[in-house]
């Protein structure tokens, strides 16, 4: 690691690092992300969640919340009355994602996500186009 800088050797230090996977895998399921910032208004139920942000089936949010709270970024409270009630929170840590990195994710999304998405369509038209061409013989 001669010549390289200190941002260059922390950099490089980040590569190996499994905090790093582990917060990337954070991101690789879809839903995560999106139930945290649903939290971010205070604690909520299941139902409170999922017409929150629709389009979840309650399998799927019963995964997130255990993955979440597995992680230390969700907290499930328990109430002890008649129906029973389950609330679900952000804690400390899933805070500081939350009001930290994903808020500035989501500024730069604000900034930038049309240019993203025209990209990605672009992609997909000269794609679509190059697979459209009639194959030419060399005869």
């Not at 800088?5 to 690789?28: G, M, P, Q, S, Y």
């Not at 995560?32 to 309650?58: H, K, M, N, T, Y």
């Not at 400390?92 to 900034?111: A, D, H, K, Q, T």
Request: proline share 5%; net charge negative; glycine share 8%.
């Amino acid at each position: 690691m001669a010549g390289m800088n200190e941002h260059e050797r922390h950099c490089e230090e980040l590569v190996a690092d499994c905090r790093l996977r582990a917060v990337a895998e954070l991101f690789a399921h879809t839903w995560d992300p999106v139930v945290l910032a649903a939290l971010r208004a205070g604690p909520r139920r299941r139902r409170e969640l999922r017409a929150a942000i629709g389009g979840l089936s309650d399998k799927v949010l019963t995964e997130t919340l255990r993955r979440l709270c597995a992680r230390g970024l969700v907290g499930r409270h328990a109430f002890v009355q008649a129906p029973p009630r389950v609330e679900y929170a952000l804690t400390p840590l899933g805070c500081s994602l939350v009001n930290g990195p994903m808020r500035v994710l989501g500024e730069w999304i604000l900034e930038h996500g049309d240019a993203l998405l025209k990209a990605q369509e672009d992609q997909e038209a000269q794609e679509a186009q190059e697979n459209a061409l009639p194959a030419t013989s060399n005869i």
